[in-house]
């Protein structure tokens, strides 16, 4: 996350114009500067990096999903086909010889 920009100068002018003496405004200022220096504010380019980054994770995913539906569809296929020839099998098996 990067740091918002704080003209702390302006913002001691500021406290001065309504009546704070320097050590107070100073003070102030020291005290909002170090808040704000300790948080973490989300800038729109952060979002927007984010935001790409859960695109190309939701494109991973979609491509990985279809990728299972394929192999599960050949599985099953796959076990189709081998239930189909175990009961031509058993039939054939089964049936009794004509005579």
């Given at each position: 996350?990067?740091?918002?920009?704080?003209?702390?100068?302006?913002?001691?002018?500021?406290?001065?114009?309504?009546?704070?003496?320097?050590?107070?405004?100073?003070?102030?200022?020291?005290?909002?500067?170090?808040?704000?220096?300790?948080?973490?504010?989300?800038?729109?380019?952060?979002?927007?990096?984010?935001?790409?980054?859960?695109?190309?994770?939701?494109?991973?995913i979609h491509?990985?999903?279809?990728?299972?539906?394929?192999?599960?569809?050949?599985?099953?296929?796959?076990?189709?086909?081998?239930?189909?020839?175990?009961?031509?099998?058993?039939?054939?098996?089964?049936?009794?010889?004509?005579?």
């Amino acid at each position: 996350m990067t740091a918002i920009a704080f003209d702390t100068l302006k913002f001691v002018r500021t406290l001065k114009d309504a009546q704070f003496d320097d050590r107070q405004a100073e003070a102030i200022s020291r005290a909002f500067r170090d808040a704000q220096d300790e948080s973490e504010v989300a800038t729109r380019a952060d979002i927007r990096e984010i935001d790409n980054k859960l695109d190309q994770l939701r494109s991973e995913i979609h491509s990985q999903i279809r990728e299972v539906e394929l192999r599960f569809t050949i599985r099953m296929g796959a076990m189709i086909a081998t239930a189909i020839a175990i009961l031509v099998a058993i039939d054939r098996f089964l049936q009794t010889p004509a005579i």
